[in-house]
């Protein structure tokens, strides 16, 4: 079957955000690991590193909502690009002289936190003007199939290139990814109107709520946005601990760590090329229910690793449980979330979820590392596996009502057959 066309420019776009995939790939939890070789820190301080600087930059990308959805999307997404790429080459040059602190991680991790959440909610919105509605989940599947295909390939590279050539190595590359990212999306093109502004629309400071609002009065969002919280905090509070548990406590060498995580991804590419799929046979509802449930209960399995081969392949499959049932759910989710929004509150509404999330991931984390400093990272682990297990119980228990309607997009969606297919023909050429 030939792969269905989104157009030149949403070509563009996905050809920049993989590229920032890969970076990233590469860079895959190079913050731990140097916090970790480099620095010597505590599972506290590796625990705070994953906690501090997306709540700290939460906050800060607390009023960027607001500010993303009256502006134009693509230059502010250049921009958080830009942004992450200069931040994140302060690491490498502070290395160079010998001056590279665990302060300074953090100043940078807050930084990459709030860009990130910026770049999101600019980035939800503009897919939407790129696409029709009906094509958001074949191209959310995409970003999603693109993102564990990275994942599989970067982190193995980058733990040899870390072996080769040093600790901070993946920073780099995942910093000249960013600058990358930003010419693809220079090269989107086309003329992007600038989003009305009525006195309605001006940004107060209740309106900075908004995006909750929106999310907590809406039955179906406000269960999958709980759940997501929960689920999503408890995975990634699991990161560093693990880190601490693989490369010090169980010896394992940076690039078995990086293989790991890796090989697993296999799974996650499966599993978002089969979205668009088992949408079209169970539906929405049922994959949120089925799947939501499954990803929650591999993740205690984490709790029993061992050294040597046995625990390399434990890691190995409890990931790759995970990463199917998360690469199956989360296209899905996403095309829920901008189905069900308004087009004049997306950003708003994907900068709240980022913010939410992020705060869920740091107060876990930081929860994670005092009770890994207590008692041990093995334990702080077991318990998150046992808490997620609850998480099913937040999933909404019934079919929601029709998505949000475009009205923007009806022309487009009504052409005819015959004008969608010369469309077709000419992104081919």
């Known amino acids: 079957m030939a792969r269905r066309s989104l157009g030149r420019q949403f070509g563009w776009l996905w050809a920049a955000y993989a590229v920032s995939a890969y970076g990233s790939g590469l860079g895959f939890g190079a913050f731990p690991l140097i916090a970790v070789l480099v620095l010597h820190s505590s599972p506290g301080q590796v625990s705070a590193l994953s906690a501090v600087g997306p709540a700290v930059g939460a906050l800060i990308a607390l009023p960027l909502g607001p500010w993303v959805e009256f502006r134009r999307k693509r230059p502010v997404m250049i921009a958080m690009d830009l942004a992450r790429f200069a931040v994140m080459l302060t690491i490498p040059i502070a290395y160079a002289f010998g001056r590279l602190g665990f302060g300074q991680l953090l100043a940078v991790s807050t930084v990459i936190a709030a860009a990130k959440i910026a ?159 088992v949408v079209a046979r169970y539906g929405q509802h049922r994959i949120f229910r089925t799947v939501g449930t499954l990803r929650a209960v591999w993740l205690i399995g984490l709790a029993f690793v061992r050294p040597g081969v046995a625990g390399l392949a434990t890691v190995m499959a409890v990931e790759l449980a995970i990463i199917i049932s998360m690469s199956l759910y989360s296209p899905v989710l996403a095309t829920y979330r901008l189905e069900h929004t308004p087009r004049d509150r997306i950003a708003r509404t994907l900068s709240a979820w980022s913010i939410s999330s992020s705060a869920a991931i740091a107060i876990l984390s930081a929860l994670g590392g005092l009770l890994a400093d207590a008692t041990s990272p093995r334990t702080a682990i077991a318990v998150a596996g046992v808490l997620i297990l609850a998480s099913p119980l937040l999933l909404p228990r019934r079919q929601d009502a029709a998505p949000v309607p475009d009205p923007e997009r009806a022309t487009a969606d009504s052409r005819p057959p015959a004008a969608e297919v010369a469309e077709d023909a000419e992104d081919a050429t």
């Open 119 to 277: 770049f999101n909610a600019a980035g939800g919105a503009y897919l939407r003007t790129l696409v029709r509605p009906a094509d958001l989940l074949v191209a959310n599947a995409r970003f999603e199939s693109t993102t564990w295909s990275s994942t599989a390939i970067g982190p193995p590279l980058g733990g040899a290139a870390i072996g080769l050539f040093g600790p901070v190595t993946t920073v780099v590359a995942d910093a000249l990814s960013y600058l990358c990212s930003a010419l693809g999306i220079t090269a989107v093109g086309g003329r992007e109107e600038h989003p009305p502004r009525t006195d309605a629309s001006r940004v107060r400071g209740g309106e900075l709520l908004d995006g909750w609002r929106h999310i907590l009065t809406h039955p179906g969002l406000r269960a999958l946005y709980l759940n997501n919280l929960l689920v999503s905090g408890l995975i990634m509070a699991t990161e560093p601990l693990l880190a601490v548990l693989l490369l010090r406590q169980l010896r394992f060498p940076p690039w078995q760590y990086g293989l790991a995580f890796a090989a697993p991804c296999v799974g996650g590419f499966v599993g978002s090329r089969l979205a668009r799929r």
